[in-house]
């Protein structure tokens, strides 16, 4: 079973940066096999997506409220997937989720095979 464990989460001000990782093992396919994902929940509301990278990290997709803010990335040496958010606002807060697939890239949750446990992201005004 594929292990995704998330880190970097934290409290920033509004305008702040934090960088996520989100470390693979228990890998049963090469890590650039699987795309990547983030996505975010707040409490009471659906899980959304934030942004997938390819398995070869060529090609991304964000999610509008992040696009020119956050910047997914990849090392397959390492087995790791980033998350690098710049110019953090109050409504970014979540529980910020890493997750696998290996259907190819995709914003679609329930599309990926694989979660982390989540990693808390607060931006405060």
């Known amino acids: 079973q594929v292990q995704l464990v998330e880190s970097g989460g934290g409290w920033v001000q509004a305008g702040g940066s934090l960088r996520l990782s989100c470390a693979a093992s228990?890998?049963?396919?090469?890590?650039?096999?699987?795309?990547m994902g983030w996505f975010r929940q707040t409490p009471g509301k659906e899980r959304e997506f934030v942004a997938t990278i390819s398995g070869s990290g060529g090609r991304t997709y964000y999610a509008d409220s992040v696009k020119g803010r956050f910047t997914i990335s990849r090392d397959n040496a390492k087995n790791t997937g980033y998350l690098q958010m710049n110019s953090l606002k109050p409504e970014d807060t979540a529980v910020y989720y890493c997750?696998?697939?290996?259907?190819?890239?995709?914003?679609?949750?329930?599309?990926?095979?694989?979660w982390g446990q989540g990693t808390q992201v607060t931006a405060s005004s």
């Open positions: 997750a696998a697939t290996y259907r190819g890239i995709t914003d679609l949750s329930e599309k990926y095979n694989y």
């Open positions: 228990e890998l049963t396919l090469t890590f650039s096999s699987y795309a």
